[in-house]
């Protein structure tokens, strides 16, 4: 079993749209969880990370995780075209990192 | 503020000739390093990680290798690509201590090898 799984998608939504991401992932011991936004051809970048369970919000972005069923999510509010992009999850445990293989998401004007 | 560079940004080799890419990182000391392929839609794996100057773990046995001469480059050889090698490579660095879980991502090297 791999340690996050996640639906490649693709996935398209109209502009404004909320759109939700998941992941699973198989430790229950895991704490760190994060969000990374991969433009084409460009290395992926940071978004948001969560401690252990509940919720963070940066601006139109919130990320949740629920330890309890091992699944993490991303919610982009109000979505626009600039969202298009694969978004990766990725976990961090004792300097390993575990990344899902990405939703591929398009935001349609 | 942080900067990390990799080149060069496309290579395109034949099978059997050696490789070399290179990433440096600025604004930093003593990060932790990463090197990553990323094959088309598939998830990033990690190739090599590295704790300082020397260290270097590997995580795919491979005919890839890796090396830290100095403290902020990291370097990714090959004596012989093999097709399977293509694929977008990204250098990374990470945070230590209480920051240990952020990681930041290079532009990558896009190497295809024919």
């Known amino acids: 079993q791999k340690e996050v799984e996640q639906d490649p998608g693709p996935l398209s939504v109209p502009e404004g749209a909320i759109v939700s991401l998941n992941c699973t992932y198989s430790n229950s011991a895991f704490q760190y969880f994060m969000w990374y936004r991969q433009y084409s051809r460009k290395g992926p970048e940071l978004l948001m990370y969560?401690?252990?369970?509940g919720n963070k919000e940066d601006g139109r972005f919130t990320a949740q995780v629920d330890k309890s069923s091992k699944y993490i999510s991303l919610f982009i509010r109000d979505s626009q075209p600039s969202d298009s992009a694969t978004y990766l999850c990725?976990?961090?445990?004792?300097?390993?990192?575990?990344f899902g293989s990405g939703t591929k998401l398009n935001v349609k004007p | 503020s942080q900067t990390i560079h990799q080149w060069p940004a496309t290579l395109v080799q034949p099978v059997g000739s050696p490789l070399s890419l290179e990433c440096t990182v600025e604004g930093t000391s003593n990060p932790n390093l990463y090197w990553y392929r990323q094959a088309a839609g598939r998830g990033l794996q990690l190739l090599f990680y590295s704790v300082g100057i020397g260290q270097i773990s590997s995580e795919v046995p491979q005919n890839l290798s890796a090396s830290r001469p100095q403290d902020r480059q990291f370097i990714l050889s090959s004596k012989k690509l093999l097709l399977s090698d293509s694929g977008f490579y990204l250098c990374?660095?990470?945070?230590?201590?209480?920051?240990?879980?952020?990681?930041?991502f290079g532009p990558g090297t896009r190497l295809t090898v024919t």
């Open positions: 969560t401690y252990s369970s």
């Open positions: 990374a660095w990470g945070g230590t201590g209480a920051n240990s879980y952020e990681q930041y």
């Open positions: 990725a976990i961090w445990n004792f300097n390993k990192f575990y």
